[in-house]
Nanobody, 124 residues
Framework: QVPLVESGGGLVQAGGSLRLSCAAS????????MGWFRQAPGKEREFVGG????????DYADSVTGRFTISRDNAKNTVYLQMNSLKPDATAVYYC?????????????????WGQGTQVTVSS
């Protein structure tokens, strides 16, 4: 009941930037937390970061802290993942997810709604 539409993936050179968007159309998300996950080729899905919709509090994986920033636009029901200083190991399919609750969690199993994923490829 929370459709998520992602955009912004693509090909970028190492050191470059991309911004991913995740729009939840036609629904208020004030009691939800949004998460970003990624799955690289041959790897398991991993937590990237998350944001509480209500107050904007965030949490990040250690591997991306300082380079990735998650933000939200309440008026647009959209969350963003700004990725700077990209490294080749960031190459993955990135997924947006949503869960009920106001605290960021890192476990994918706690998120009940998922976007389709968007490919990010970082070349070296």
């Amino acid at each position: 009941q929370v459709p998520l539409v992602e955009s912004g993936g693509g090909l970028v050179q190492a050191g470059g930037s991309l911004r991913l968007s995740c729009a939840a159309s036609g629904r208020t998300l004030s009691s939800y937390t949004m998460g970003w996950f990624r799955q690289a080729p041959g790897k398991e899905r991993e937590f990237v970061g998350g944001i509480s919709w209500s107050d904007g509090s965030t949490d990040y994986a250690d591997s991306v802290t300082g380079r990735f920033t998650i933000s939200r636009d309440n008026a647009k029901n959209t969350v963003y993942l700004q990725m700077n200083s990209l490294k080749p190991d960031a190459t993955a399919v990135y997924y947006c997810a949503a869960r009920r609750g106001r605290l960021v969690t890192m476990a994918g199993a706690t998120y009940g709604y998922w976007g389709q994923g968007t490919q990010v490829t970082v070349s070296s």
